[in-house]
């Protein structure tokens, strides 16, 4: 099995080569084959990631690099790391690409595009295998990239609708502007450290060979491409934008796993946060303003996507809390088990918007009696986000909350609390509305049917990981996790467990209340707080950068098109203009000089010959007078 | 004594008057006979020159004797022409004939 993790580079490589057979056959091949071989290569990468799993535990570890670019003795190279963190990032990537793969071929069964859909999806994963496989941040900046594409390509896949072509332009620049700080961040490492490798970095950092501002730096500006891809305060804008995609695509990609990126680069980066307590703090920071933010818009988001995205963002900031307070292994804990039961959501979703037609969850409401299992899984889903035990969620937000304790973190535990209590209060609203309220006046549920198994297996699945996938590292299994991952583990408080578990059951109790028992109407909450207008425009965020990126970005576009019409344009006219006087003086001279002395020559002879047939008169004596005349002429010229 | 300007000087008057009468008749006919009068005044300074200047070879005389045939020639001619002119078209004025305009 050791063996096996040296050809874990042929991982990423598998779905890149379907995408390229996607792209080279068009429509050649039958939309089943496609996603065929889409499914089976996952399948296959999912075997193959729970073999190194169990290679893994047993302490083996893989590095293999090979030269990429030589020059004047310079070597940058490139190769893989196979250690428990990135198996484990393998196994959750393959595991839910698998199953929004198998879920997509009911959702998406009837779209024109479908063999593109399985192509993006397959381009994103084997570049989501990359990041996790990548042994320094060069190669993982790269396969960072080409994620970041193919996010743009599935929330731009209808992109004939205004919606998601602009969502997918906003995402991409959004991610873009985080990946700059990432760019300049290995620029940095390049040049105080001369490598990208984590191990070779990681020990420079350790004895202190580097150290000082150029690190502090560094590692700030590896946040901000963190920060961007994780959808963090103040980046988080595009996320919930980036709901206009397939919904299976953004279980995949913006909820589960490719959001998580950010999160997995700062926890595969951590010895380098470490040594800086202060970009830690900043992480903690901005996790905990993200986390608390994004849960009190999620409260008054209608659309039961943007929900979860507002959700998935909230959830996003923990993990930045988790690590900034100082355990990566919770972060990676929790995006784990979320990356599970977000998924679940967000098929879940799915499956309710493939069945009524609509993502307002006023336009919904007791979906129960005719999508059970939906119904079923969703709740499952929702009370995992919310942290009730035994679910997944339930224990690993106890673990991050735990460590805030552990670390007398006060403020950030408190935080924790509070998100735990606004998710709960969120989910609850969103399932109370969506699933069991008495359907309102604007209801589409007549309608509703639950969907087909091909749909309903991966939810299925899904919710069984999600009931069992938390226990891993409970005291029941010994903290199984914390260990594989290196770590020991923090232990279990109780009581801190019990305030966690009682702040989530009064939110959704509260919830309960307001939206289940008759004063169900939605917009009581929206009129009669002052904060509604706060959260309905999620913080004026959006409009704030309208007013100052996008709006001065378009005058000074303004400006500089201005000067390109007067300047630019003006200096190429002035060209053409003084070309077409001097061709105008030119033709002239042709027509007058040129042309004249021609028609002049010719005009001459016809004129003197017009002239000259007057003195033929056809008179004799003319004739003869005249020939008198010059021979007098010649005689007194001659003669003399 | 008449010497050869005397001759000289009778040629050229018979010349003058017969080129005036040539140029200024109206006449076809009478521009016929000035044409004889320049001829003749030719034939006059041909024979003056021989006899004053070459006597033994008489070669003028030849000469005079060709173009008085020539000359006869001509005025038939001239007089055909005249004559088919006038049945023609009855006229006599030479001026009025312009086949000859360009």
């Known amino acids: ?640 | 004594m008449i010497g050869l300007n005397h001759y000289l000087l009778l040629g050229a008057a018979l010349f003058v008057v017969g080129l005036y009468g040539a140029l200024t008749s109206k006449s076809a006919l009478r521009v016929v006979i000035c044409v004889e009068l320049i001829l003749n005044a030719v034939n006059l300074n041909l024979a003056a020159f021989s006899s004053y200047v070459a006597p033994k070879q008489a070669v003028g005389m030849n000469f005079v004797i060709f173009l008085m045939v020539v000359a006869a020639a001509e005025i038939g001619l001239a007089l055909a022409i005249i004559i088919s002119l006038n049945r023609s078209n009855d006229i006599d004025a030479i001026d009025t004939i312009r086949r000859l305009r360009g």
Not at chain 1, 187 to 210: C, Y
Request: charged share 10%; net charge neutral.
């Open chain 1, 1 to 640: 099995m050791t063996g096996l993790l040296a050809y874990a580079w042929l991982l990423p490589l598998a779905p890149l080569v379907v995408f390229a057979i996607v792209l080279a056959t068009g429509r050649k091949l039958p939309k089943n084959v496609v996603a065929g071989m889409g499914i089976g290569v996952m399948f296959a990468i999912f075997v193959a990631s729970m073999g190194m799993l169990w290679a893994v535990a047993q302490g083996a570890r893989f590095e293999g690099s090979v030269p990429w670019i030589e020059m004047k003795g310079v070597v940058i190279e490139v190769g893989i790391l196979v250690d428990p963190l990135s198996v484990l990032m393998l196994i959750v990537v393959s595991f839910v690409s698998l199953l929004v793969q198998i879920y997509s071929l009911g959702y998406m069964a009837d779209e024109e595009r479908f063999r593109w859909y399985y192509g993006a999806i397959s381009l994103f994963t084997a570049a989501m295998l990359g990041v996790v496989l990548s042994d320094g941040w060069l190669l993982m900046y790269m396969c960072w990239e080409i994620m970041g594409l193919a996010s743009f390509l599935l929330i731009g896949f209808w992109f004939e609708t205004e919606v998601a072509s602009k969502a997918a332009t906003k995402a991409f620049m959004v991610t873009r502007f985080g990946d700059v700080g990432f760019g300049l961040a290995l620029a940095i490492m390049w040049f105080s450290a001369g490598t990208f490798t984590f191990e070779a970095v990681f020990k420079l950092v350790e004895s202190g060979a580097w150290a000082g501002p150029t690190l502090v730096v560094a590692t700030l500006l590896l946040f901000m491409g963190a920060m961007g891809k994780s959808a963090q305060f103040p980046l988080h804008v595009w996320l919930p934008d980036a709901m206009a995609g397939p919904t299976p695509g953004s279980a995949l990609i913006h909820a589960a796993t490719m959001v998580a990126a950010g999160v997995y680069l700062v926890a595969r980066s951590f010895p380098l946060f470490e040594a800086n307590p202060q970009t830690l703090t900043v992480v903690a920071t901005i996790g905990a303003i993200t986390a608390v933010m994004a849960a009190l818009i999620a409260t008054s988001v209608d659309d039961i996507k943007k929900v979860l995205a507002y959700s998935t963002i909230s959830q996003l900031g923990l993990m930045m809390l988790a690590l900034g307070v100082g355990s990566w292994v919770a972060a990676i804990f929790h995006l784990m088990t979320h990356a599970f039961f977000k998924a679940l959501l967000f098929l879940a979703a799915g499956s309710v918007i493939h069945g009524t037609h609509t993502q307002d969850v006023r336009e919904m409401g007791g979906l129960w009696r005719k999508m059970p299992w939906t119904t079923a899984v969703w709740v499952i889903g929702a009370l995992s986000l919310a942290g009730i035990p035994p679910l997944a969620g339930f224990w690993s937000k106890d673990e991050i909350l735990l460590t805030a304790f552990h670390k007398e973190q006060w403020g950030f535990l408190a935080v924790g609390l509070v998100v735990a209590m606004l998710t709960a209060f969120y989910m609850g609203r969103s399932t109370f509305l969506a699933f069991f309220a008495k359907p309102g006046a604007t209801s589409k549920t007549d309608h509703a049917h639950e969907s087909s198994w091909v749909m309903l297996g991966p939810l299925v699945a899904l919710a069984t990981i999600t009931v069992v996938i938390g226990l891993v590292n409970s005291p029941m299994f010994g903290f199984a996790f914390g260990a594989y991952l290196g770590e020991h583990a923090s232990g279990m408080n109780l009581s801190l467990a019990a305030v966690a578990v009682g702040a989530a059951l009064a939110g959704i109790a509260y919830a309960y209340a307001m939206y289940q028992r008759g004063k169900a109407n939605p917009d009581w909450y929206m009129r009669n707080r002052g904060i509604a207008p706060v959260l309905t425009k999620q913080f004026w965020i959006d409009d704030v950068y309208q007013r100052v990126i996008v709006a001065p970005t378009l005058v000074i576009a303004g400006v500089f098109r201005g000067m390109d019409v007067a300047v630019v344009d003006g200096v190429v006219r002035g060209f053409g203009k003084v070309g077409m006087v001097v061709s105008a003086l030119l033709a002239k001279f042709d027509r007058g000089v040129v042309d004249g002395a021609v028609d002049g020559l010719g005009n001459g002879v016809i004129d003197g010959g017009r002239e000259t047939r007057k003195i033929e008169t056809g008179n004799v004596q003319t004739y003869l007078l005249l020939l008198v005349a010059s021979i007098v002429v010649l005689l007194w010229v001659f003669a003399r």
